[in-house]
């Protein structure tokens, strides 16, 4: 299997436009972009709400911790 030559890539390029259309590609792009963002931006605010958690550099504890069970003797 060799590489492909600039004809392979013209073909593959012109099927992907007449699927897709000629301004469907630009949106699909923007959208990938707008996405990435979002997720750059939750995992900052993640990191900041871990770190306004932490209290005298103690370990967080978990939201739903089990409690000791007291026993009656």
């Known amino acids: 299997m060799g590489s492909f030559s600039i004809w392979h890539w013209l073909i593959v ?9 000629r301004g469907k590609i630009p949106e699909l792009m ?16 993640d990191d900041t709400a871990d770190n306004s958690k932490t209290i005298d550099n103690q370990p967080n504890q978990p939201v739903n911790s089990v409690k000791e069970k007291t026993t009656k003797s």
């Open 13 to 21: 390029l012109a099927i992907v436009l007449l699927v897709f259309g």
């Open 30 to 45: 923007g959208d990938v972009a707008k996405g990435i963002k979002n997720f750059k931006s939750g995992m900052a605010d």
